[in-house]
């Protein structure tokens, strides 16, 4: 950003190519937070102008961290490669707003077709394992074991 | 021949021994071998069960309240530091529940029994400086050196029955006066505006009335005004599994430490009564399941301190009020700006429960009194919160120091703090005059500083 001096116009920016992901916490956080994955190059205040402004969501906090993207992988040709460094904001809602992470991968409820395709479908699974074993009364020996 | 002697000598033997001779005594009732407990130094849960119990063994039989605190405070590990005054949404939810305190907004209705009589026009009163330990007497006449209230001196004429709600008024008026008008100062440093004047206005204001009131109330002649003084103190509460480190995945018990600095304190050597009886139960204590560390609180290791303000040897060993004056940082004007009006309460309420809990569970640790050896009697402090302009008064009664996973149990018993909102003392001060004066703040002040035990 330029360097603010007294007396100097007041930096503004319209329509930002910043990007902000809301992300699952890995850690359970308290209801009013959200964790945010941001771009490396916003600030704190950046981030409450851009809820606020943008999406009208009341910001009372904003804490960050830079997550360091480890360099320990190695390629085919015995290369370091890198995960790429990213930050994450934790931000707390004001006015007593909540936030729960949604489930994103719900189970469906089956219906009886798929349902009775479902247990065809293992009980095929499972005749056909039992003819690959052989017969019980040999005990597990196999075929070609004998005289 | 040796066979046969050998079979006498074994039938005589077996024989002596197989004879029961009546009346003797029985074998001694002391077992012949000590008794079996699990090791000290085996790798199980057993043995760390032992290590804790010799441990509190250790603390419980020292000699001195020194060494009991030296012991209790030995091992260092990172702990939690705890910030009487923080900018952390809804500290004050969090500060109860590491404390286990309950929190009843008001004034108990003792302070609001004990009102001492109010009368607008009574005696003159002597008006002297800071109180010493008993060295000056309230009734012989003296000559203060007030300078800035240039008020001249009068013999008292006895202990007035009645409060001069009057000269308590030109008192508090005058010290504001002083600080903000008449003194002539230049602007404040960047973010130094609580020390240029508020900061001095409570003590000027603190030790006056605290010397006016010293007549009526001998715990405060008795008292010790501390400026500036320490209050740390380190507890247990809580466990938690180990995350990195050499320590990975040990359950560990989760410390806090609060290293607190009031502006003013006043120490009694006489414990003030108790608010309501030990085991009483006004309210439900919240109960957080998130690490603390998403208050936000981090973790650093440092001694492990327990102090109220001075040594143990100190004979006014008891609390009787603190003062706290709120930084810069959490001014109104800056949460008004931040658009977060209800955090303003929670700033005071936070810093009234945490420095209160620390000061009293001081308190009584020096005492003697520990998380396995609870307290037997209820230990009462009084605080009071202020910015300058707005006041909020705190009380608190301890109940229970046994707040680690084990001792909290079996434990019934809550910490218990009385807290009011924030009320202006006045409104605005102009050319010399103090405008919109509040009476009822002062009176409750006034109130604090002469709560005493019954016995005086």
Same mark, same amino acid.
């Given at each position: 950003?330029?360097?603010?001096?007294?007396?100097?116009?007041?930096?503004?920016?319209?329509?930002?190519?910043?990007?902000?992901?809301?992300?699952?916490?890995?850690?359970?956080?308290?209801?009013?937070?959200?964790?945010?994955?941001?771009?490396?190059?916003?600030?704190?205040?950046?981030?409450?102008?851009?809820?606020?402004?943008?999406?009208?969501?009341?910001?009372?906090?904003?804490?960050?961290?830079?997550?360091?993207?480890?360099?320990?992988?190695?390629?085919?040709?015995?290369?370091?490669?890198?995960?790429?460094?990213?930050?994450?904001?934790?931000?707390?809602?004001?006015?007593?707003?909540?936030?729960?992470?949604?489930?994103?991968?719900?189970?469906?409820?089956?219906?009886?077709?798929?349902?009775?395709?479902?247990?065809?479908?293992?009980?095929?699974?499972?005749?056909?394992?039992?003819?690959?074993?052989?017969?019980?009364?040999?005990?597990?020996?196999?075929?070609?074991?004998?005289? | 021949?040796?066979?046969?002697?050998?079979?006498?000598?074994?039938?005589?033997?077996?024989?002596?021994?197989?004879?029961?001779?009546?009346?003797?005594?029985?074998?001694?009732?002391?077992?012949?071998?000590?008794?079996?407990?699990?090791?000290?130094?085996?790798?199980?849960?057993?043995?760390?069960?032992?290590?804790?119990?010799?441990?509190?063994?250790?603390?419980?039989?020292?000699?001195?309240?020194?060494?009991?605190?030296?012991?209790?405070?030995?091992?260092?590990?990172?702990?939690?530091?705890?910030?009487?005054?923080?900018?952390?949404?809804?500290?004050?939810?969090?500060?109860?529940?590491?404390?286990?305190?309950?929190?009843?907004?008001?004034?108990?209705?003792?302070?609001?029994?004990?009102?001492?009589?109010?009368?607008?026009?009574?005696?003159?009163?002597?008006?002297?400086?800071?109180?010493?330990?008993?060295?000056?007497?309230?009734?012989?006449?003296?000559?203060?050196?007030?300078?800035?209230?240039?008020?001249?001196?009068?013999?008292?004429?006895?202990?007035?029955?009645?409060?001069?709600?009057?000269?308590?008024?030109?008192?508090?008026?005058?010290?504001?006066?002083?600080?903000?008008?008449?003194?002539?100062?230049?602007?404040?440093?960047?973010?130094?505006?609580?020390?240029?004047?508020?900061?001095?206005?409570?003590?000027?204001?603190?030790?006056?009335?605290?010397?006016?009131?010293?007549?009526?109330?001998?715990?405060?002649?008795?008292?010790?005004?501390?400026?500036?003084?320490?209050?740390?103190?380190?507890?247990?509460?809580?466990?938690?599994?180990?995350?990195?480190?050499?320590?990975?995945?040990?359950?560990?018990?989760?410390?806090?430490?609060?290293?607190?600095?009031?502006?003013?304190?006043?120490?009694?050597?006489?414990?003030?009564?108790?608010?309501?009886?030990?085991?009483?139960?006004?309210?439900?204590?919240?109960?957080?399941?998130?690490?603390?560390?998403?208050?936000?609180?981090?973790?650093?290791?440092?001694?492990?301190?327990?102090?109220?303000?001075?040594?143990?040897?100190?004979?006014?060993?008891?609390?009787?009020?603190?003062?706290?004056?709120?930084?810069?940082?959490?001014?109104?004007?800056?949460?008004?700006?931040?658009?977060?009006?209800?955090?303003?309460?929670?700033?005071?309420?936070?810093?009234?429960?945490?420095?209160?809990?620390?000061?009293?569970?001081?308190?009584?640790?020096?005492?003697?009194?520990?998380? !396995?050896?609870?307290?037997?009697?209820?230990?009462?402090?009084?605080?009071?919160?202020?910015?300058?302009?707005?006041?909020?008064?705190?009380?608190?009664?301890?109940?229970?120091?046994?707040?680690?996973?084990?001792?909290?149990?079996?434990?019934?018993?809550?910490?218990?703090?009385?807290?009011?909102?924030?009320?202006?003392?006045?409104?605005?001060?102009?050319?010399?005059?103090?405008?919109?004066?509040?009476? !009822?703040?002062?009176?409750?002040?006034?109130?604090?500083?002469?709560?005493?035990?019954?016995?005086?």
């Amino acid at each position: 950003y330029p360097l603010f001096q007294r007396g100097g116009p007041q930096l503004r920016i319209f329509r930002p190519n910043f990007f902000m992901l809301a992300v699952r916490p890995g850690v359970p956080q308290p209801e009013d937070t959200v964790q945010f994955r941001v771009s490396m190059e916003m600030t704190k205040l950046d981030i409450r102008n851009y809820l606020e402004r943008i999406y009208n969501v009341p910001v009372a906090a904003v804490r960050t961290r830079i997550q360091y993207g480890a360099n320990n992988k190695r390629n085919h040709r015995n290369q370091r490669v890198k995960k790429p460094d990213y930050k994450v904001a934790y931000v707390q809602l004001g006015q007593g707003q909540t936030f729960q992470f949604p489930n994103l991968f719900p189970e469906k409820e089956q219906d009886s077709e798929t349902r009775s395709f479902d247990d065809f479908r293992d009980k095929y699974m499972e005749k056909e394992k039992q003819k690959e074993e052989g017969d019980p009364r040999r005990g597990g020996v196999p075929d070609w074991f004998g005289l | 021949m040796a066979a046969l002697g050998a079979r006498r000598l074994l039938r005589t033997g077996r024989r002596w021994f197989s004879e029961t001779v009546p009346g003797a005594p029985s074998p001694p009732a002391s077992p012949l071998y000590p008794p079996v407990v699990a090791s000290a130094t085996a790798k199980s849960k057993a043995a760390k069960s032992q290590r804790l119990q010799r441990f509190n063994q250790r603390v419980h039989a020292a000699a001195t309240v020194e060494e009991k605190l030296r012991l209790y405070g030995k091992l260092q590990r990172p702990k939690y530091t705890v910030y009487p005054q923080t900018f952390a949404l809804n500290a004050d939810r969090w500060y109860r529940s590491f404390t286990k305190t309950v929190l009843v907004p008001g004034m108990p209705p003792r302070a609001a029994a004990a009102k001492p009589p109010v009368a607008v026009a009574g005696t003159t009163p002597e008006a002297g400086r800071a109180p010493e330990p008993g060295a000056e007497a309230p009734r012989a006449p003296q000559a203060p050196g007030a300078a800035e209230a240039a008020k001249t001196s009068e013999p008292a004429a006895g202990a007035a029955p009645y409060l001069d709600m009057g000269e308590l008024r030109s008192l508090a008026c005058d010290a504001l006066l002083q600080e903000s008008f008449y003194q002539n100062k230049k602007r404040p440093f960047l973010y130094r505006d609580q020390d240029h004047t508020p900061g001095p206005f409570l003590t000027q204001l603190v030790s006056t009335l605290a010397a006016f009131l010293s007549g009526r109330n001998p715990l405060l002649a008795a008292s010790s005004l501390d400026l500036n003084p320490e209050v740390n103190y380190y507890w247990h509460h809580g466990e938690e599994v180990v995350v990195h480190g050499h320590r990975k995945g040990r359950v560990d018990p989760v410390r806090f430490q609060i290293n607190d600095n009031p502006h003013l304190q006043i120490r009694v050597p006489k414990q003030l009564p108790e608010v309501v009886p030990l085991e009483s139960d006004l309210g439900d204590v919240p109960v957080i399941d998130h690490k603390p560390s998403k208050l936000p609180l981090f973790k650093k290791q440092y001694e492990n301190k327990v102090f109220i303000g001075s040594k143990v040897a100190d004979p006014c060993c008891y609390g009787h009020t603190q003062f706290h004056l709120l930084p810069d940082k959490l001014k109104r004007e800056r949460f008004i700006r931040q658009r977060l009006e209800d955090q303003i309460e929670v700033v005071y309420r936070s810093n009234g429960i945490a420095s209160l809990f620390a000061w009293t569970a001081a308190q009584a640790m020096y005492q003697g009194f520990w998380s !396995e050896a609870d307290v037997t009697r209820p230990f009462v402090s009084q605080a009071v919160v202020t910015d300058g302009k707005y006041f909020a008064f705190f009380c608190y009664q301890l109940n229970t120091l046994a707040l680690t996973t084990e001792t909290i149990k079996n434990n019934p018993r809550k910490n218990i703090c009385w807290g009011t909102d924030s009320k202006p003392l006045y409104d605005v001060v102009e050319d010399g005059n103090v405008k919109g004066f509040n009476d !009822e703040v002062l009176l409750q002040l006034v109130r604090f500083l002469l709560n005493r035990p019954k016995e005086l």
